[in-house]
């Protein structure tokens, strides 16, 4: 594999990680706020975000290279209301999205077809996470600060069961 390709996968393996720690910590501040719904949503996410490291962790040694872990940066732990949370939550799926078309770029560049492959599952994964949060902040502007309707709301996302869909190819 190319080795700025590789290089490039390894960074995302971290933003991965620091992707899935920062929605555990989402999960903490909610339930320590008693919106278990909302706790469960990013746990869910937690979990997403995990699996997608271990896809890129898998493939790079299907590939004959070796994973690189680096440091986790530390996350922030407080959030103003769940609307700022999920706002924070969707500028950070951009961010992802930027990474992640980064990657392809890379994959594009350096002909790495194989990679190409493997990367478009997750463009095509990135338009469902900023849709997924976009839409809870769009209820949340409906909802406006409405005891009932967080209430309902927070119901809801306790529904929420995490699905590893990085294994349902």
Known sequence: ??????????????????SAYLYLSMSAHFADAGL????????????????????????????????ELKPI?????????PLHAME?????????TRLINN????????????AKSMLQWFVDEQVEEEANAQEIIDNLKLINGNGNGLF??????????FVDATKAE
């Not at 594999?1 to 620091?18: D, F, G, S, T, V």
């Not at 940066?73 to 209301?81: F, I, L, R």
């Not at 990657?103 to 194989?114: F, G, P, R, S």
Request: charged share 35%.
């Open 73 to 81: 940066k530390e996350v922030p732990t407080k959030w103003d209301s």
């Open 152 to 161: 309902m709301m927070d119901r809801e996302l306790k529904q929420r069961v």
């Open 88 to 96: 924070e939550t969707l500028k950070h799926e951009k961010e992802v």
């Open 103 to 114: 990657l392809m770029d890379i994959a594009i560049e350096v002909k790495d077809h194989a």
């Open 36 to 67: 278990n719904g909302f706790a469960n949503w990013f746990k869910v996410q937690w979990q997403e975000e995990l699996s997608h490291a271990m896809k890129f962790f898998d493939y790079l040694i299907e590939r004959g290279c070796k994973p």
């Open 1 to 18: 594999m190319n080795e700025k390709l590789q290089q490039a996968i390894n960074e995302q393996i971290n933003a991965e990680i620091w």
